[in-house]
C-alpha cells in the first residue's frame, strides 16, 4: 500500500479459569487448514506427482516400445496396455499443468495477502517513531 508500517506489542494475560474447548480432531483440522493456507508446498506436490507419472510411465512406454519393434518381444504386451500407459501418460500432463496453474494462482495469492488487514490513519496516546504505550 505504500504506508509505513509499525508493530504493537503486548502480552497476553493467562487463562484464569476453565479449559480449552478445541479437541484434538479441530486441532488437527486447524493445522491442516493452516498448512494449505499459508504454504504452496500442496501445489507443488501435485505438479511434482505429475512428473513423477510422466517420467515413469513414459519410461515404460518406452521399454514396451524396445520390447515391441525391437524384435524380442519377451513380454509381449497387448495392444490395450500401450493404450493404457498412454492414457496414464497424459493425466501425468494434465496433472503437471494443473499444479502450475495452481501454483500461479497460489503466488498471486501471497502477493494479496502480503497486504496489511488494516491501516491506522491516527496514533493516539502513543510516542512518535514507536509501536509501543507511553
Given amino acids: 500500500m505504500g504506508f509505513r508500517r509499525t508493530t504493537i506489542d503486548f502480552d497476553a494475560p493467562a487463562r484464569h479459569a476453565g479449559t480449552a474447548r478445541y479437541s484434538y480432531r479441530r486441532l488437527i483440522r486447524l493445522a491442516l487448514n493452516s498448512f494449505m ?67 500461479y494462482i497460489g503466488h498471486i495469492h501471497t502477493e494479496v495477502i502480503g497486504r496489511p488487514l488494516y491501516i491506522i490513519r491516527k496514533r493516539l496516546g502513543l510516542p512518535k517513531g514507536t509501536g509501543k504505550p507511553g
Avoid at 45 to 59: E, N
Avoid at 64 to 80: E, H, R, W, Y
Fill in 37 to 103: 493456507a499459508f504454504s504452496l508446498l500442496p501445489l507443488k506436490l501435485a505438479g511434482y506427482v505429475g512428473l513423477f507419472v510422466i517420467v515413469v510411465f513414459g519410461g515404460l512406454l518406452g521399454f514396451m516400445l524396445v520390447d515391441k519393434f525391437g524384435g524380442s518381444n519377451s513380454f509381449a504386451f497387448s495392444n490395450i496396455a500401450f493404450v493404457i500407459v498412454t492414457n496414464v501418460i497424459m493425466n501425468g500432463i494434465v496433472l503437471s499443468c494443473i499444479g502450475l496453474v495452481a501454483l
